[in-house]
């Protein structure tokens, strides 16, 4: 299942803002996402940023008002609006956003945003004066009540000097938007997968813990194909530096126990479960409210194992009868495929991805990993090195396989 950009045709509509500075940075991530990307320009809008730029960076042509009085004639907008899957207006000025809820269509992307059967998604850029007026509001909602998609603006430092709502947001965001509106319909559409992510962290006071080199890539990464595949996807995840999927509903916990609690909390209206996260095996036995003085320290630590989540599930999905697949991780650094049997039949796993921790950019921290996918019925099959999101998207493939096809 690739990304929900991939193939699309996206209309990108450039409006007169200092912020269309940024297009330049979306339609060249949109592009590199696999989308095909034209770009439509208003006379305001030449004037902040040039349509080779946009070529440039697109490889497609950027129109502009005088393509509609060219020697296309009349017609180009409907070939333009008629061709699209999306409209994505960035910046939208607050002129722009008032001749769309007034159905104003005096120039190539107004015309072009009537004769489009596709969704919009606007991202305005004004002062914050002039967004806060309640004719801007006001247009806004007339847009919003037709199905129009708005994202941003943020507050911060506008070109005006002032500090308030007004700034674009930022391209990046834009696209998660954009994947998450377009993923709505996929596959996946109604099932509910829930995923974890991390490492969990142990604590012995307030400042020390014990802990693991998981970085939650992966998991991430999984959590991101889940929703991309149209899944109602729940992200149960132990502290990264990475930004959630637009659209996933978190849980952030800290430790092993908090782990156990929330997956026990939403396994039983899950379809899948795919446990991504490395969990501690042990835990100190005990909790010092005040930070352990190196003076006080003894030398010694007394530890505990930690909760066994996938058997937990395993006994209530027998016992309630759950339909749910279960997914787990094995990260082994000798012995993998017997280790990995071992705790797929243990654990009454569907599936289970072993990767070997000890090659070379695979595992913890890499952005690539090499993965055996062990099944329960003893089949097997084994990847190169991959990026860890395509290793996802083979994850959520068999997930749409067994869920939707009824295999498996």
Not at 121 to 149: C, F, S, W
Not at 200 to 207: L, Q
Request: hydrophobic share 45%.
């Amino acid at each position: 299942m690739a990304n929900p950009l991939a193939n699309k045709h996206i209309i990108l509509g450039i409006t007169g803002s200092i912020a269309a500075y940024k297009s330049a940075e979306l339609a060249s991530r949109l592009s590199q996402m696999g989308a095909t990307v034209n770009t439509i320009f208003t006379e305001a809008g030449l004037k902040f940023i040039r349509p080779l730029t946009l070529q440039s960076v697109t490889g497609n042509k950027a129109f502009a008002d005088m393509d509609l009085w060219g020697g296309e004639g009349h017609v180009v907008h409907i070939q333009i609006g008629h061709s699209t899957d999306f409209l994505v207006i960035a910046p939208a000025t607050a002129n722009t956003i008032s001749k769309l809820a007034n159905g104003i269509a005096d120039n190539l992307l107004t015309v072009t945003a009537l004769a489009a059967a596709c969704p919009v998604l606007i991202a305005p850029a004004m002062d914050a004066g002039m967004y806060n007026h309640p004719a801007t509001q006001q247009n806004i909602t007339i847009l919003k009540e037709r199905g129009v998609y708005f994202i941003g603006p943020v507050e911060g430092h506008l070109a005006s000097g002032l500090t308030g709502p007004g700034r674009m947001e930022e391209p990046q965001i834009i696209i998660n938007e954009l994947r998450w509106i377009i993923s709505r319909s996929g596959p996946l559409k109604g099932k509910k997968i829930i995923v974890t992510a991390g490492g969990t962290r142990e604590a012995f006071d307030p400042v020390r813990y014990i802990s693991n080199r998981s970085s939650g890539k992966q998991g991430y990464a999984i959590a991101q194909a889940a929703m991309d595949a149209g899944a109602d996807a729940t992200l149960i995840s132990a502290p990264t530096n990475l930004i959630p999927p637009r659209g996933v509903h978190l849980i952030p916990i800290e430790n092993a126990e908090q782990m156990s609690t929330a997956v026990l909390d939403q396994v039983h209206l899950a379809d899948a479960l795919i446990m991504a996260a490395a969990v501690a095996d042990f835990k100190p036995q005990t909790f010092q409210k005040q930070k352990i003085k190196k003076t006080d320290f003894n030398g010694e630590f007394k530890f505990s194992r930690t909760v066994d989540i996938l058997t937990e599930v395993a006994k209530i999905k027998q016992t309630k009868n759950l339909r749910v697949k279960i997914i787990g991780f094995a990260a082994e650094s000798e012995n993998l495929h017997a280790n990995a049997r071992k705790k797929l039949m243990e654990k009454q796993l569907d599936l289970i991805i072993a990767n070997d921790i000890t090659e070379p950019n695979s595992g913890f921290g890499a952005d690539t990993n090499r993965v055996h996918l062990i099944y329960s019925d003893g089949s097997t099959e084994e990847f190169p090195l991959l990026p860890k999101t395509e290793i996802a998207e083979k994850i959520i493939q068999h997930l749409i396989s067994w869920l939707t096809e009824g295999a498996g």
